[in-house]
């Protein structure tokens, strides 16, 4: 009796073990009118028991060969014509269609019988024929480099140009127009300030603009590329995008507003994307998970660019203001993209026209931060300059009366008998120190101010203060021997009227000496001052109040024609 339960019960475990092991099989070989399913396999001989999955979710490339299969009993698209999917590289497609009365019509395609999109980033290949209406559309498809392939496939009518697309391309294009123009404002910034993250932002700028004319399928309008070569363009503007963009926000952002840790790593961004780039394109035994690394690569990029703005907004950058405002909805984009590629969502949410707009808003906000740094580096530049001219000014300007001083006579001598200031006179007051010592520093120099009013400097006359009582006074034009002595004799009206509580009239002597450019050419400043400083000694020893002159004809002091001037 016990024998026969055992019996009875492994009997029911084989039929039970059986069962299972038909029951997937002829799941396996039923297919769903309308349904739309996937499957891997190891070679092509082996997709006929290949293992298929009808959900629209887990989209495997882990096998050489994909496979899909989309069941058309019941649809209102029972005659296809052609197949499309996004861009996304492959080495062959073998299609073959079902037809309602079992006959098969097969056709094997490789990326160089791809049709591109012109507003959109997708690409086409024409059904074989057939005729009648049709069953079902088997796709193999030999190593595809992204699930996106499988993903995105389907079955569909030619399209058409409608005014749909038209418009498409027509925004496309105009974005396109809006990321030319910062190129031209940052080409005049930098003749102005030569600064790097002006240049940076011209390459970032160059790179969304290529990004966004090759992903919007604009490009194909223009250019006859092959698959290879737009992949290749769109990943590589891509990541240069990211790159530049990085260095600069390294670059613009003012400096103690952000940490040198965090400015390194955002200039050292590219040793991590471009070799996950070279995997990505390459992929070889990589190929089921390059697609994994690639995003994952960027998940340190969003938080370096994330932890920067952070850090430099709590310093209190102003510019990353604008790189905040720039940045969020890119950072929004490809966050979103980066967790639907790995596994958050059925498929890779690939956002094309939303990264279209991100780019441009990046690009019009962070040219606003370009031009509120230019600015600001601007007015810093010019505020500094005029420091600087105001220090230069102040160490060759008298600052007691505001007249030149010696400094800058010396240095400028050459040049001004050049102009034709060719005469000289040396001033100094006559018993200054009583002055001085009478009613004080402070009368005395009201006293100095008042006699540089008297000496009146114009555009023929420059007027210098040595130091103490002493003046110079350079002349070119007509009769300076009458317009130096007018000068003098003032200096007594002037005092005398700016310095009332004096009690005695305020003179001067003075030595002028005239050498025009012909008769001593090489004569230097202290050459001339020692002669005009010796004719004011013959003055003050002849009684002072007076003008001892010399007109210089030719290099011989003998020769020299001199005539003394009484008060």
């Known amino acids: 009796m016990g024998r026969k339960w055992v019996n009875l019960c492994a009997g029911l475990l084989v039929a039970v073990l059986l069962f299972a092991g038909a029951a997937p099989a002829r799941a396996q070989a039923e297919f769903a009118p309308g349904s739309t399913c996937h499957a891997t396999a190891q070679t092509p001989a082996s997709a006929a028991s290949a293992r298929w999955n009808c959900e629209q979710r887990d989209w495997s490339i882990d096998e050489p060969y994909a496979l899909m299969r989309f069941d058309l009993r019941g649809t209102d698209n029972r005659q296809p014509e052609v197949l499309t999917s996004r861009l996304v590289k492959f080495i062959a497609m073998q299609v073959t269609v079902i037809g309602s009365d079992g006959r098969k019509s097969s056709a094997t395609y490789r990326s160089q019988d791809a049709k591109f999109g012109t507003s959109d980033w997708v690409m086409q290949f024409d059904l074989p024929a057939y005729d009648g209406p049709a069953d079902a559309i088997l796709v193999e498809i030999d190593r595809p480099a992204r699930p996106l392939l499988l993903s995105s496939l389907a079955v569909a009518k030619t399209p058409t140009d409608t005014p749909q697309s038209l418009r498409m391309e027509l925004m496309i294009a105009m974005m396109c127009g809006v990321l030319l123009v910062p190129l031209v404002f940052n080409f005049a910034f930098f003749r102005v300030l030569r600064e790097r993250f002006l240049l940076w932002h011209v390459v970032a700028v160059l790179f969304m603009l290529t990004q966004t004319f090759v992903t919007s399928g604009l490009v194909n309008r223009f250019f006859d590329f092959s698959l290879e070569t737009l992949v290749l363009l769109a990943v590589t503007t891509f990541n240069g995008a990211i790159i530049s963009a990085a260095m600069v926000a390294a670059n613009i952002i003012e400096p103690g507003k952000l940490d040198a840790w965090h400015r390194n790593l955002l200039r050292s961004i590219g040793l991590l994307i471009l ?293």
């Open 275 to 567: 070799p996950v780039q070279l995997v990505y394109l390459d992929m070889g035994d990589l190929r089921p998970f390059a697609s994994d690394i690639y995003y994952i690569s960027f998940i340190p990029v969003v938080l370096l660019y994330v932890s920067t703005l952070w850090i430099a907004a709590r310093r209190g950058s102003r510019v990353v203001w604008f790189q905040i405002v720039a940045w969020t909805p890119l950072l929004a984009v490809g966050s979103t993209r980066i967790v639907s590629a790995l596994g958050a969502t059925d498929a890779l949410l690939t956002l094309q026209l939303h990264q279209h707009i991100a780019i441009t808003l990046e690009v019009v906000i962070t040219s606003l931060g370009v031009a509120d740094r230019f600015m600001v580096l601007k007015r810093q530049r010019d505020r500094a300059y005029e420091e600087s001219r105001t220090f230069e000014t102040l160490a060759e300007r008298d600052p007691l009366t505001g007249l030149m001083n010696r400094r800058l006579i010396e240095n400028r001598f050459e040049a001004l008998r050049a102009e034709g200031f060719t005469s000289l006179a040396a001033v100094d007051l006559d018993h200054f120190k009583d002055i001085n010592d009478t009613y004080g520093h402070g009368v005395g120099d009201d006293v100095l101010r008042a006699v540089a009013k008297a000496l009146q400097p114009d555009a023929e006359t420059l007027v210098v203060r040595l130091g103490g009582e002493e003046f110079l006074v350079l002349l070119k034009g007509d009769d300076p021997l009458r317009r130096a002595e007018q000068r003098r004799q003032a200096i007594t009206t002037r005092v005398a009227h700016d310095v009332p509580e004096l009690s005695s009239p305020v003179t001067a002597s003075m030595g002028l000496v005239e050498i025009p450019g012909d008769a001593i050419p090489d004569a230097d400043f202290a050459l001339i001052y020692e002669r005009a400083d010796r004719l004011l000694y013959e003055a003050k020893e002849a009684g002072r109040n007076r003008t001892v002159s010399e007109r210089m004809k030719v290099f011989k002091p003998r020769k020299a024609d001199r005539r003394r001037v009484a008060a």
